[in-house]
């Protein structure tokens, strides 16, 4: 069983940067694909931002050019780097991978607001 926790969720102002994390308990290399994904109340969960193993980087449309994922092989962790936030991007962001089957963390909560 695949086990992931996300951290560096909060409170921040529009235009403002937050920094989320994302724990494997396994080599996050190691997944066919990973990636952050997020969902507003009301709204259906969806992609952020994935990474294909040996295939590309994929972005939401709405968080291009906003949003930077990467991965630590020494800290088997996936982050996501979030600049100039918008109200918009209030929701909880979910880390997923998948290796046959989905796995998900539980989610931390992401507020834009003044």
């Known amino acids: 069983q695949v086990r992931l926790v996300e951290s560096g969720g909060g409170l921040v102002q529009p235009g403002g940067s937050l920094r989320l994390s994302c724990a494997a308990s396994e080599a996050i290399f190691g997944f066919d694909s990973v990636g952050w994904y997020r969902q507003a109340p009301g709204k259906q969960r969806e992609m952020v931002a994935q990474?294909?193993?040996?295939?590309?980087?994929n972005y939401a449309d709405s968080v291009q050019g906003r949003f930077t994922v990467s991965r630590s092989a020494t800290k088997n962790t996936l982050d996501l780097q979030m600049n100039n936030l918008k109200p918009e991007d209030t929701a909880i962001y979910f880390c997923?991978?998948?290796?046959?089957?989905?796995?998900w963390g539980q989610g931390t909560q992401v507020t834009v607001s003044s």
């Open positions: 990474i294909i193993k040996f295939g590309p980087t």
């Open positions: 997923g991978v998948k290796r046959q089957v989905d796995y």
